[in-house]
């Protein structure tokens, strides 16, 4: 509790807008080891009908605010150790209402390394200090004679005004509302610029459009900040966290008329006037500055980062919850051209049921071979559907497919081309080798890209999320901070569209809500020695799986075509009394899929002590359709024929492609010739866009116009407007600016980008000629 009497959990339910009631509830089940899809799903009572988006949010606002009354009962003990603790100042570490507020209230009392400033106090020269910025009107030179003394180092006059100089540098930088109040001041009128280092400019081409660079902070977007961050680091660019703008005043900054104001400091003609001034100017310059360098730079590197991994988080949720083609026996192409075409085909369930590697480009040319072991096996196994990969070869491959199902219509084939983001990382990893341990690396990315296409969230979370790699600068992003919000995405969608537990992988099963990876393993290995689940109560008899676990677990469970048919829904086994109570109130019909008895039901009539309207308006939902999965219809996009590379694209050509990643400067397309084209966030609509996922998601398919192409860079302007015009000049109006021109502050051409890690948007930037 701070001094304000103001608690967390009141403070959390100020910030969502909601009761602190709710809040109160959400924490109790969380703390009591309840996950957030369980409660946002099952508790919608207790905590007032939560959604998991305000749930995740106020995780996290409850992590950091117990931080922060950690680290404020931290610093209370501190300060009260060292007899300095009085009533006013524990108000004030009290009041403090964030991290950065209680560091600057401690930083006095900090414990530290002999600096100048305690060097002088301990020299007696702390009154000399006093005395000059108490009274102006005495002369530094004469009153500092008074404290030369060798004994204690202090050679001379000049020796002890620099001990009372040093006392006061580091009193102005520890006043804790004056820092506060230059670092917002700093924050709303300053800004970064970026230099190129002498000699970098060919080196650090990427970098190209921050050589002669500057924009303010505040309107820095996070893949820019990352970007000069990244060309810093990499020893291409110097950057320069400017105080002010291109348009301040010349002579003394308003930063030290502030510091001056603060200590009553002026130049009225006094004998000490110039010698206080210059010790303004002094402790702004060689400490103060320094001070909010170092926490403006942390800042702005903060807010890039939490802005690129909700980028990442919302890309990621979108993937895993694309449209699943469902139960059709599908073949994986993963394409290659010296290697081969590897093949595999699943059949409906994504059990393996052959493999083959085919060599139909160059150099062995061997087409009509490759399309004869394609029509044999999509023969031999009813296939359905081909899933393409993405990468190498990946056109050529496309056009196999193609000729596959011009030449055998009666296979009634259709191909799809699938993100082959992290294949190649499960390929190799140890749950793979123990899912399909006699068969070559090489051979289950194509596995795992037909299993994609069938369920692109069951395949997914095989995978470590930051390895399907949606995302912006993953690799310059905290590690903790990354996987913390990947992986409550991975839990929302696997619970959001519930799990059938006797198919399920342990990948799969191990992001239910209260089950973890050695529960998984023990569902599985039950239900290998015992055959399918017939009941979710038989859950219960899987070692170590206790009422806890089941209680988070059930709901999310699905079990078709057991003894129960509410099993395979997502109604919790603790609402099935509720549930025969409907049964009872209808006459005894059935209710599930029973469209007209479920609506002439009144929710109202079955509301309990223990289960609320929500419920049982969730319930009734559920009924009428049963396991309904929230993933949109499958579909499929079409590429026009006879463009197949770059050099077939026209400015002006209509196109249908696929998203298939989201930044925060536009939207990547693959149009089927290798590359992918970038629609700026400028050419999405008519009205202004401030974030491009308003406007499309990957896994989207769209209709395009090709603005420009630059074939030697292979880049691809296009636009979802269709009646914009192509325009050439427009590459060359964003080029990056004049090495020795003035630093302007505008947006360059977003062409910076992450390390290549086998994700999608390392994979997204090469294809779009940008990396």
């Given at each position: 509790?701070?001094?304000?009497?103001?608690?967390?959990?009141?403070?959390?339910?100020?910030?969502?807008?909601?009761?602190?009631?709710?809040?109160?509830?959400?924490?109790?089940?969380?703390?009591?080891?309840?996950?957030?899809?369980?409660?946002?799903?099952?508790?919608?009572?207790?905590?007032?009908?939560?959604?998991?988006?305000?749930?995740?949010?106020?995780?996290?606002?409850?992590?950091?605010?117990?931080?922060?009354?950690?680290?404020?009962?931290?610093?209370?003990?501190?300060?009260?150790?060292?007899?300095?603790?009085?009533?006013?100042?524990?108000?004030?570490?009290?009041?403090?209402?964030?991290?950065?507020?209680?560091?600057?209230?401690?930083?006095?009392?900090?414990?530290?390394?002999?600096?100048?400033?305690q060097i002088a106090r301990e020299a007696g020269l702390e009154p000399l200090a006093d005395g000059l910025l108490a009274d102006p009107t005495v002369e530094p030179s004469a009153a500092a004679a008074a404290f030369a003394d060798p004994d204690k180092g202090v050679a001379d006059a000049a020796a002890a005004l620099e001990g009372a100089r040093a006392i006061l540098t580091e009193r102005f930088g520890e006043d804790a509302d004056l820092i506060g109040e230059l670092r917002e001041r700093m924050w709303t009128r300053g800004r970064l610029a970026a230099k190129v280092r002498e000699g970098k400019e060919e080196a650090g081409a990427k970098f190209a459009d921050y050589f002669d660079f500057a924009e303010p902070f505040t309107a820095l977007p996070s893949h820019r900040v990352l970007a000069m961050l990244r060309g810093e680091k990499e020893e291409v660019l110097?950057?320069?966290?400017?105080?002010?703008?291109?348009?301040?005043?010349?002579?003394?900054?308003?930063?030290?008329?502030?510091?001056?104001?603060?200590?009553?400091?002026?130049?009225?003609?006094?004998?000490?006037?110039?010698?206080?001034?210059?010790?303004?100017?002094?402790?702004?310059?060689?400490?103060?500055?320094?001070?909010?360098?170092?926490?403006?730079?942390?800042?702005?590197?903060?807010?890039?980062?939490?802005?690129?991994?909700?980028?990442?988080?919302?890309?990621?949720?979108?993937?895993?919850?694309?449209?699943?083609?469902?139960?059709?026996?599908?073949?994986?192409?993963?394409?290659?051209?010296?290697?081969?075409?590897?093949?595999?085909?699943?059949?409906?369930?994504?059990?393996?049921?052959?493999?083959?590697?085919?060599?139909?480009?160059?150099?062995?040319?061997?087409?009509?071979?490759?399309?004869?072991?394609?029509?044999?096996?999509?023969?031999?196994?009813?296939?359905?559907?081909?899933?393409?990969?993405?990468?190498?070869?990946?056109?050529?491959?496309?056009?196999?497919?193609?000729?596959?199902?011009?030449?055998?219509?009666?296979?009634?084939?259709?191909?799809?081309?699938?993100?082959?983001?992290?294949?190649?990382?499960?390929?190799?990893?140890?749950?793979?080798?123990?899912?399909?341990?006699?068969?070559?690396?090489?051979?289950?990315?194509?596995?795992?890209?037909?299993?994609?296409?069938?369920?692109?969230?069951?395949?997914?979370?095989?995978?470590?999320?930051?390895?399907?790699?949606?995302?912006?600068?993953?690799?310059?992003?905290?590690?903790?901070?990354?996987?913390?919000?990947?992986?409550?995405?991975?839990?929302?969608?696997?619970?959001?569209?519930?799990?059938?537990?006797?198919?399920?992988?342990?990948?799969?099963?191990?992001?239910?809500?209260?089950?973890?990876?050695?529960?998984?393993?023990?569902?599985?290995?039950?239900?290998?020695?015992?055959?399918?689940?017939?009941?979710?109560?038989?859950?219960?008899?899987?070692?170590?799986?206790?009422?806890?676990?089941?209680?988070?677990?059930?709901?999310?469970?699905?079990?078709?075509?057991?003894?129960?048919?509410?099993?395979?829904?997502?109604?919790?086994?603790?609402?099935?009394?509720?549930?025969?109570?409907?049964?009872?109130?209808?006459?005894?019909?059935?209710?599930?899929?029973?469209?007209?008895?479920?609506?002439?039901?009144?929710?109202?009539?079955?509301?309990?002590?223990?289960?609320?309207?929500?419920?049982?308006?969730?319930?009734?939902?559920?009924?009428?359709?049963?396991?309904?999965?929230?993933?949109?219809?499958?579909?499929?996009?079409?590429?026009?024929?006879?463009?197949?590379?770059?050099?077939?694209?026209?400015?002006?050509?209509?196109?249908?492609?696929?998203?298939?990643?989201?930044?925060?400067?536009?939207?990547?397309?693959?149009?089927?010739?290798?590359?992918?084209?970038?629609?700026?966030?400028?050419?999405?609509?008519?009205?202004?866009?401030?974030?491009?996922?308003?406007?499309?998601?990957?896994?989207?398919?769209?209709?395009?116009?090709?603005?420009?192409?630059?074939?030697?860079?292979?880049?691809?302007?296009?636009?979802?407007?269709?009646?914009?015009?192509?325009?050439?000049?427009?590459?060359?109006?964003?080029?990056?600016?004049?090495?020795?021109?003035?630093?302007?502050?505008?947006?360059?051409?977003?062409?910076?980008?992450?390390?290549?890690?086998?994700?999608?948007?390392?994979?997204?930037?090469?294809?779009?000629?940008?990396?």
């Amino acid at each position: 509790m701070t001094a304000t009497g103001a608690s967390v959990e009141s403070r959390i339910a100020e910030e969502l807008g909601v009761q602190e009631r709710q809040v109160r509830a959400a924490v109790e089940l969380l703390d009591g080891g309840a996950t957030v899809p369980f409660v946002a799903r099952y508790r919608k009572e207790a905590t007032g009908a939560l959604d998991d988006a305000q749930l995740r949010t106020l995780e996290e606002r409850l992590r950091y605010l117990r931080e922060l009354e950690e680290r404020r009962t931290a610093v209370l003990e501190s300060v009260r150790s060292q007899g300095k603790l009085d009533a006013a100042l524990e108000a004030q570490i009290r009041a403090a209402d964030s991290k950065a507020r209680l560091e600057d209230i401690y930083l006095p009392f900090k414990p530290k390394r002999r600096t100048k400033a305690q060097i002088a106090r301990e020299a007696g020269l702390e009154p000399l200090a006093d005395g000059l910025l108490a009274d102006p009107t005495v002369e530094p030179s004469a009153a500092a004679a008074a404290f030369a003394d060798p004994d204690k180092g202090v050679a001379d006059a000049a020796a002890a005004l620099e001990g009372a100089r040093a006392i006061l540098t580091e009193r102005f930088g520890e006043d804790a509302d004056l820092i506060g109040e230059l670092r917002e001041r700093m924050w709303t009128r300053g800004r970064l610029a970026a230099k190129v280092r002498e000699g970098k400019e060919e080196a650090g081409a990427k970098f190209a459009d921050y050589f002669d660079f500057a924009e303010p902070f505040t309107a820095l977007p996070s893949h820019r900040v990352l970007a000069m961050l990244r060309g810093e680091k990499e020893e291409v660019l110097d950057l320069t966290l400017e105080p002010e703008g291109p348009d301040a005043p010349e002579g003394p900054s308003g930063y030290e008329a502030a510091i001056a104001r603060r200590f009553g400091i002026a130049d009225r003609g006094r004998p000490a006037d110039k010698w206080l001034v210059d010790t303004v100017r002094w402790a702004w310059r060689t400490r103060i500055l320094v001070h909010l360098g170092i926490d403006l730079r942390l800042r702005l590197r903060q807010a890039a980062e939490d802005e690129a991994v909700r980028v990442f988080a919302a890309n990621l949720r979108d993937l895993l919850l694309a449209a699943p083609a469902g139960t059709r026996a599908t073949m994986g192409l993963d394409p290659g051209f010296r290697t081969g075409v590897k093949v595999a085909v699943v059949d409906a369930t994504g059990k393996v049921a052959a493999t083959e590697t085919i060599y139909p480009h160059v150099p062995q040319n061997k087409w009509d071979a490759s399309l004869a072991t394609l029509a044999r096996l999509a023969r031999e196994h009813s296939v359905e559907l081909i899933a393409i990969g993405n990468g190498t070869a990946s056109r050529e491959t496309d056009k196999l497919a193609a000729d596959l199902i011009a030449r055998h219509p009666e296979l009634k084939l259709t191909k799809v081309m699938v993100s082959e983001a992290g294949a190649s990382v499960y390929s190799a990893s140890a749950y793979a080798s123990r899912e399909l341990p006699e068969m070559d690396v090489s051979l289950r990315g194509a596995v795992s890209i037909a299993r994609r296409l069938q369920d692109p969230l069951a395949e997914l979370v095989k995978i470590d999320p930051k390895s399907i790699g949606v995302g912006q600068y993953q690799h310059d992003l905290s590690e903790v901070k990354l996987s913390r919000s990947l992986d409550a995405v991975v839990e929302d969608c696997v619970n959001g569209v519930g799990v059938d537990v006797n198919t399920a992988s342990v990948p799969l099963l191990s992001r239910v809500s209260g089950i973890g990876a050695g529960l998984a393993e023990n569902i599985v290995a039950h239900r290998d020695a015992n055959g399918p689940f017939r009941s979710r109560k038989a859950l219960k008899d899987v070692s170590r799986l206790g009422p806890k676990a089941y209680e988070q677990c059930a709901g999310f469970l699905r079990i078709r075509g057991g003894d129960d048919p509410l099993d395979a829904s997502a109604v919790h086994p603790e609402s099935y009394p509720v549930v025969r109570a409907m049964a009872k109130a209808a006459g005894g019909a059935s209710l599930v899929g029973n469209t007209a008895v479920l609506r002439s039901l009144r929710p109202e009539d079955f509301v309990t002590d223990s289960v609320g309207l929500p419920t049982v308006t969730d319930i009734l939902r559920e009924l009428e359709k049963p396991g309904r999965d929230p993933r949109p219809a499958f579909r499929t996009a079409t590429f026009k024929e006879g463009v197949e590379k770059i050099g077939d694209l026209t400015p002006g050509m209509l196109l249908e492609g696929v998203v298939t990643n989201v930044a925060a400067f536009g939207a990547f397309v693959d149009i089927g010739v290798h590359q992918d084209g970038l629609v700026h966030v400028s050419a999405m609509s008519r009205n202004f866009v401030k974030d491009p996922r308003d406007v499309v998601k990957p896994g989207d398919i769209v209709r395009v116009k090709v603005l420009e192409v630059d074939v030697p860079r292979k880049r691809i302007s296009l636009t979802l407007r269709l009646d914009d015009e192509a325009s050439p000049s427009r590459e060359r109006q964003e080029r990056a600016p004049r090495r020795g021109a003035a630093p302007r502050q505008r947006r360059p051409r977003e062409t910076q980008a992450p390390r290549p890690a086998n994700d999608a948007m390392a994979d997204a930037l090469r294809r779009a000629g940008l990396l």
